[in-house]
Structures are given as structure tokens and as C-alpha cells.
């Protein structure tokens, strides 16, 4: 009897140090992460406008609603930031029977990519990137369209970022 | 009452001993098979050690998005290192060093002193190189200086040329320039060990070039890489992408999976052939023995006893054939140079080689020696006892 709590305790001694040895499901170094739903909205935003509409119009700090599709190049997600690359949804990708493995490089349009591609950074309320990758935070895969709200940063160089605190992802 | 009485350990060895001629043929065959294996797996750890050490992974390479994975193909503004670096916080700087490298690389045909030439990778570099690419070491002579470059040491491998015809002194042509061999370099196997450096400013010069192919960037912590990704997909405007070193190399390192599947596929090719050659040997001596297991059964020893002493035979001259096989590749083989289209990698006889090649040469031995000791140990005793 007395053996067999002795090793009931050892058991459960293991157990906590296993669990004590896994990591924080919620560390994050940048945003303050929060679930994955506060991230998704619910319904389609209004009116959205087309990646190359915005690129040649929108002003710095502009609130807009951007519509395009995940890719752009080989690998259009940031690693471990909720932030990836969209095209203009008039652009078109390779189809599958044309063989190509990354349709969503674009790679028979890289010379559209310019006046076509944006950055999207998904920020927590406070403005902060997500400190986690997009795929995982949103469910979102390459080529996946989806439409964003939220506030256009422009560089001297014309390069549009928007930095959005929901994204709606169209079926 | 259950314990099993075996054949005396000396019985085996002497039986060896009995037949010498045949005992030596078949100690060469089964030498020659696993000598082939330990040749073919050395092949793969070769091939597999250079790719997976040729990574840094604090280091990140930036270069054009319409390079795909080919480096060669990139050309960048030569600007671009100096946006990087003031840009950036994470990439590490040592007394207001910045470890940021912009290089020139390109395949391109190289000859040496009028022999024919041969594709060779060739990389302009800056004093900056060094600190990003931590695992060089000038092994021989100087940094190069102008008109000069310096040589990995499996440059003459790559080259299809012998060690000596690189030395410091003489001289390689490639686009129309001649160039002094001013040094040679190691890089810890990685795939740097094939390249000819020479000076950024040289090079851009001689090519007529202004651009880059790529920038190097030591970040202070390999958890920074995401920050250069995420600069280059903001400024869509530079046409840029970044991998990590160890990335990238693990991509050029999936274009070699089928090269890797058919060299295993050859391990397993030859160590079949050499479970037949096995067999055949094994049918051949107890074919030329019934009798005699007849009789060690009739004097009460069990069929399990038999075919121990009968496997115990086979083992024995599985496991000197490896070990004789395993000298021989370490001696003649190991280190060997090897061409391949990115470079070169030497035949690397390490631990995994080592145990896959003993592993089947003693499973030759086990697995040659069972079915014919089986059909010997099947037949009935009165009738072995009267075969001739």
C-alpha cells in the first residue's frame, strides 16, 4: 500500500515536471497575441478596393479596405509575425494544369508585382504586430483572398503596408 | 534441463580453417560487396554533410525575387547592402562593424595554366566576408589582393584538376582576365570549399558589372531572420526576397533527394547481390556436408545447435570481410573529392558509413548462411548419414 503512494507520487512529481518543462501556448516577444477569432471578422467589409487601386491613390495613415489575394512570392507569409504579402485580384496565377508547384508567386507576372503587391500586418489594439505567423493566427493558406481594413502606410518609395486589426477571409 | 548444448566455439573456426581456398574467395567477395557499400553511403554522407553544414543559421541572404532558388541568377542595386544595414537593428555589429557581406557570385568557365576549362563558382567579396562567413580560414598564403584571388581547397577538385596546379603563385583565367592565386581557404566542408574569391571592386570591374548578386547579413540572433523577411516584403519596390542559410541550402538540398534515393537504392542493390553471393557460398559448403551434420546430430546435438555453429561460421567471415572492407575504405576512400554541379564534397567515411557498412556486412552473413543450413538440417539423419 505504502509503495504503491510512493509511486503515485513520483508519477504525479513527473507529470508536473513534464508539464513545467513545455512552453507558454501565449509567449510572444511583440503584440499581445490574444485569440485567434479577435483577429477574424465576421462580416465583409464595404467597398473594398483592389491592391493596385490603393497603391496608386491611398495616403499615408488613410483608413482604406484592401482586398487581394495571399501571394506574391514563393513564400508571401512572414515567419512567427502575422504579416504577408496580397495581389491585386485582377492579376491572374498560374492555373493547376499548368504544373507550376508555387502558383502564388506569380511567377508569369513578376513584372506586375510592383504597382500590384502590398504588405499586410495584422496589429493588435495597440498597433503592434502579432507575433504569430499569419497561417497559424488566421487559418489562411497562399492564394487564400481575403479583405482587410485598416491604415495605409506609404513610403517615399510608393510601397503601401496596411496595417489591420481584422481580416476577412472570402470563402 | 532446457539450456541448449552448443557446438564447441573452435568447431566453426576450424571448419574455416579446413577449406582455405574457398574460405579466401569468399572472405574477397564478400569484402568487394561491403567495400562497395561503405563507398556508395560514404557517397551520401558526402553529398548530405556538405549541404547541411554549408548553413549558418544566423546568417541571411538576400537577393532578387526573380532569382527563384539559383543565386547566380540574382542582380540587386549595388545600394542595396547599405539600405539593409540602416534599416535593420537586429544584424550584428562589432566595434561599429556592421557584419552585412555584398557579393558578387556567378558560375563561370575557369581554366588554369592552358588546360581545358571547366565550370568553376566564383564569388567577389569585401573584408566584411570574413565576419559573416564565419567557418573561413585561410589555411595557406594571403587575403588576395588586386588581380588576385584565393582558392577553397576543393576548388582543384571541382575543377577536375590536381591540388598542385592550384598553388599559391600560378594563375586561373576566367572571363578574359588572369588571375594570381594569392591564398587558400577551408570552410568547415561547406559548399564555400569549391569557390574562387576574389575582391568585390576587382571583380565588378572586370565583368563590367555595378550590381550585386546577394548581401549576407550575420543577424545578432538567428530569431532576428524574420525582420529581414519582413523589410524586404515592405519595400516591394527593391524586388527582394531573404532565406536563412540553412534554408536555403535545405532547398538546394531536396534537388539532390532523387540523386540521394538511387544511391540507397544502390546500397540496397549491391548488398542483395552480396546476400546471393553469400547463399551461393553457403550452399556449396554444407551441400558438401550433410554427413558430417548428420552425424553431430545423431551424436545428440540439437538441429538448433547446428545451425548456430553453421551461423556462427557465416558471421565470422561476414564480420572479418567488413572489417577488412572498412580499413580499405578508410585508407583509399575517405576524404576522396567528388565533382557535382554546385561544387565539390569529399566522400565522408563517418559514423553512420561506418555502421551501415558493418551493419550489412554482417547481415550478409546471417541471412546468406540460414536458408541452406535450414534444407541441410530438414533432411533425415539416416538418410544424410548414407549420402555420399
Known amino acids: 500500500m505504502t509503495l504503491n503512494r510512493i509511486s503515485a507520487c513520483f508519477v504525479l512529481l513527473a507529470a508536473c515536471a513534464l508539464l513545467g518543462c513545455g512552453q507558454s501556448p501565449t509567449a510572444s516577444t511583440q503584440g499581445s497575441g490574444g485569440s485567434s477569432a479577435s483577429y477574424i471578422a465576421e462580416t465583409e467589409p464595404a467597398n473594398p478596393k483592389g491592391v493596385r487601386e490603393l497603391i496608386k491613390a491611398s495616403k499615408n495613415d488613410e483608413e482604406v479596405t484592401m482586398v487581394g489575394r495571399i501571394g506574391g512570392s514563393a513564400s508571401p507569409f512572414v515567419e512567427g509575425l502575422a504579416a504577408f504579402s496580397i495581389v491585386d485580384p485582377a492579376i491572374p496565377y498560374c492555373k493547376g494544369e499548368e504544373g507550376c508547384p508555387t502558383p502564388w508567386d506569380y511567377c508569369c507576372e513578376l513584372e506586375k508585382m510592383k504597382e500590384n503587391k502590398a504588405l499586410v500586418k495584422v496589429v493588435d489594439g495597440k498597433g503592434t504586430p502579432v507575433a504569430k505567423g499569419a497561417k497559424d493566427l488566421l487559418g489562411v493558406k497562399e492564394l487564400t483572398m481575403v479583405v482587410v481594413r485598416g491604415k495605409a502606410k506609404r513610403d517615399a518609395e510608393g510601397n503601401l503596408t496596411v496595417l489591420a486589426e481584422k481580416v476577412f477571409i472570402k470563402k | 534441463m532446457f539450456s541448449l548444448r552448443l557446438l564447441p566455439w573452435e568447431y566453426g573456426v576450424r571448419n574455416l580453417m579446413r577449406r582455405p581456398t574457398r574460405t579466401v574467395l569468399t572472405l574477397a567477395a564478400l569484402t568487394i560487396v561491403t567495400l562497395l557499400v561503405f563507398v556508395v553511403v560514404g557517397f551520401i554522407r558526402g553529398l548530405e554533410q556538405s549541404l547541411s553544414v554549408s548553413g549558418d543559421p544566423a546568417v541571411v541572404i538576400v537577393y532578387s525575387i526573380g532569382a527563384d532558388e539559383s543565386v547566380e541568377n540574382s542582380a540587386i542595386a549595388a545600394r542595396t547592402a547599405g539600405l539593409l544595414t540602416a534599416s535593420l537593428e537586429g544584424i550584428q555589429k562589432r566595434y561599429g562593424v556592421v557584419h552585412a557581406s555584398p557579393e558578387l557570385y556567378l558560375g563561370t568557365r575557369v581554366s588554369v595554366g592552358g588546360s581545358d576549362e571547366s565550370l568553376g563558382l566564383v564569388r567577389g567579396v569585401t573584408d566584411a566576408t570574413p565576419l559573416v562567413r564565419r567557418r573561413v580560414r585561410l589555411i595557406e598564403g594571403r587575403w588576395p589582393g588586386r588581380g588576385e584571388v584565393m582558392v577553397g581547397k576543393l576548388v582543384a577538385a571541382k575543377l577536375g584538376l590536381k591540388a598542385g596546379e592550384l598553388a599559391i603563385g600560378s594563375s586561373v583565367t576566367f572571363d578574359r582576365h588572369t588571375w594570381r592565386i594569392s591564398g587558400q581557404f577551408s570552410a568547415g566542408g561547406s559548399a ?97 556436408r550433410t554427413r558430417e551434420i548428420a552425424m553431430l546430430q545423431a551424436v545428440g546435438y540439437r538441429r538448433r545447435a547446428v545451425l548456430a555453429s553453421l551461423i556462427q561460421e557465416a558471421v565470422l567471415l561476414a564480420c572479418a570481410a567488413s572489417l577488412l572492407a572498412g580499413a580499405i575504405a578508410l585508407v583509399f576512400f575517405n576524404g576522396i573529392a567528388i565533382r557535382f554541379t554546385m561544387g565539390a564534397f569529399a566522400l565522408r567515411l563517418d559514423s553512420v558509413a561506418v555502421l551501415v557498412g558493418c551493419a550489412t556486412g554482417v547481415l550478409l552473413g546471417v541471412v546468406g548462411a540460414l536458408p541452406p543450413a535450414w534444407k541441410a538440417l530438414s533432411a533425415e539423419v539416416a538418410e544424410s548419414l548414407k549420402a555420399i
Open chain 2, 192 to 288: 564555400l570549399e569549391s569557390e574562387i574569391w576574389g575582391g568585390l571592386n576587382d571583380l565588378q570591374q572586370a565583368l563590367n558589372r555595378q550590381d550585386l548578386s546577394l548581401v549576407a547579413l550575420l543577424m545578432s540572433d538567428a530569431a532576428q531572420a524574420p525582420e529581414v523577411d519582413l523589410f524586404c516584403k515592405q519595400r516591394t519596390d527593391l524586388e527582394l526576397q531573404s532565406l536563412t542559410e540553412t534554408a536555403y541550402y535545405r532547398k538546394l538540398q531536396t534537388h539532390y533527394a532523387p540523386v540521394r534515393a538511387l544511391a540507397w537504392l544502390v546500397v540496397a542493390l549491391v548488398a542483395g547481390a552480396g546476400v546471393f553471393a553469400g547463399l551461393n557460398m553457403m550452399y556449396g559448403a554444407v551441400a558438401g
